[in-house]
């Protein structure tokens, strides 16, 4: 296997229940960024989000289904080796996850809630699960009728979990209960009502916080302070021109250096190109580039920082990008086949 960090090998998670062929591994060309399918495992249903372990011999999986699990996975030369049966998350649909604090937590979308699993030294994962219900709503009366928590994530300390919530129009900064072991709300921020906050990116500095929002097609920068775990919203701007319409972003990345970040624009199918201001405070809208097929559900900066991956789930495949390193401006290199595609990480 490739070294941690390398980006040598390339894993495309999917929809099974809508042809996709679960985990697809892929080889990655460092050079100009493009993928070689080498095989596929299937055995997890609706791998939809994936996370790698820091050492790079494991991989895990959320199972985006109506009962919710998640899955463990040893990284071979074969491909993803299944370690055990996935373990329920008491969650309904997780459409998120990361690991944290010696534990696997997954964002519940359906049933609002952040679970926790404890993660064995061997890799495997252990039950029953930790779970925090979310409450709450917002002003959408399709979307936002109770709590859908849509992202997880630790900070850049590794001190603070940041959970975000489409429903409520809230971010909650956690802290992991000892005697629990699930996650502990300290704060809950308020968005803006109705704008549909689905996930969060941070600068590299770690000063500034940005999340992306899909009801409202924008991104608000935040301050962060992460001696205090205080996270403070300051502007909000739209990631696409003021005539566009029907559009749902899905995801937010930052660049290496913090001059740039990139929104997947689900609808729109583009990817929307913004200038971070110095400070980190807030951005502008610089132009917008065709993603290369249609509904980008996952847009992934490759770890070198030269390349940008997009999974389109509708037209099933992982489109790939050479980013110009003055301007921020993606330039399309090519795609491979991959069926209801959700997200694509590196190991």
Not at 70 to 99: D, K, Q, R, S
Not at 294 to 317: I, K, V
Request: include cysteine; glycine fraction near 12%.
């Amino acid at each position: 296997m490739s070294t941690t960090g390398s980006g040598q090998r390339a894993y495309i998670g999917s929809f099974t229940s809508a042809g996709g062929r679960g985990i697809i591994t892929a080889a990655v060309d460092a050079e100009t960024g493009a993928l070689t399918p080498l095989h596929a495992t299937d055995e997890v249903p609706d791998p939809s989000y994936l996370a790698p372990a820091p050492d790079g011999r494991h991989l895990y999986a959320v199972s985006e289904t109506s009962d919710g699990a998640a899955a463990a996975f040893a990284l071979t030369e074969e491909g993803p080796v299944p370690l055990g049966a996935p373990i329920p998350v008491g969650g309904a649909a997780p459409t998120h996850l990361t690991l944290w604090s010696g534990h696997l937590l997954t964002a519940n979308y359906t049933s609002g809630s952040v679970s926790a699993l404890p993660i064995r030294a061997d890799g495997r994962l252990a039950g029953p699960a930790a779970v925090l219900q979310h409450e709450g709503s917002g002003p959408h009366p399709d979307r936002q009728e109770g709590p859908h928590a849509h992202a997880v994530l630790p900070d850049p300390t590794g001190r603070w979990l940041l959970s975000v919530d489409l429903g409520t129009d809230s971010v909650r900064v956690c802290e992991l209960d000892p005697v629990s072991g699930k996650p502990a709300v300290r704060d809950e921020v308020r968005l803006r009502p109705g704008s549909g906050p689905r996930h969060l990116a941070f600068h590299p500095r770690g000063d500034h916080a940005y999340v992306i929002n899909e009801l409202a097609s924008t991104a608000t920068p935040c301050r962060w302070e992460a001696a205090t775990g205080t996270l403070t919203p300051l502007t909000e701007t739209p990631v696409l021109p003021p005539e566009a319409d029907g559009n749902y972003p899905s995801e937010l990345v930052v660049s290496h250096d913090g001059r740039f970040a990139w929104a997947a624009n689900r609808g729109h199918d583009s990817i929307s190109v913004l200038a971070i201001e110095a400070s980190g405070a807030g951005f502008s809208l610089v132009t917008t580039v065709p993603c290369g097929g249609h509904w980008p559900r996952d847009l992934t900066l490759h770890p070198g920082g030269r390349h940008l991956y997009a999974a389109n789930e509708r037209s099933g495949d992982v489109t790939w990008f050479a980013i110009d390193a003055r301007t921020g401006v993606p330039e399309a290199g090519g795609s491979i086949e991959a069926p209801a595609a959700s997200c694509v990480v590196f190991v």
